[in-house]
């Protein structure tokens, strides 16, 4: 559980903005495989993050990045109003109403015909 921190640093943002979207903040991230540089760029874009590429990272990089969300509020201001953002649309609940309406009307959709029991 995250305690009450400005930033947090993370390899892989997915982890923080899919599971703590509630306690969404500023992050260092550090991608090291799969899709996590995909992921990285993606959070950066949207103004909540600063990246260290895996083959250059150094204590003293990630302090020099750490200083840097510390210092410019934007960072924290940014994650706080997509956060807020990603609380209010409800995607879980969309997706439940989605997929039961899907399964109400399987049989509506091209190819998925209920099979008729009468043989002509």
């Not at 703590?20 to 540089?37: S, T």
């Amino acid at each position: 559980m995250l305690g009450p921190f400005e930033i947090v640093a993370e390899g892989r943002p997915v982890a923080l903005t899919a599971h703590k979207p509630r306690m969404l903040l500023a992050m260092l991230v550090v991608p090291f495989a799969h899709d996590q540089p995909d992921n990285a760029q993606r959070v950066e874009r949207l103004g909540i993050s600063r990246t260290i590429p895996r083959r250059r990272y150094s204590a003293e990089r990630a302090a020099n990045e750490l200083r840097r969300l510390l210092a410019d509020p934007a960072y924290a201001r940014r994650a706080e109003s997509i956060g807020r953002h990603v609380r209010e649309e409800d995607g879980v609940g969309r997706a439940c109403d989605a997929i039961e309406a899907l399964l109400r009307d399987w049989h509506r959709l091209p190819g998925c015909a209920i099979p008729s029991d009468s043989e002509d």
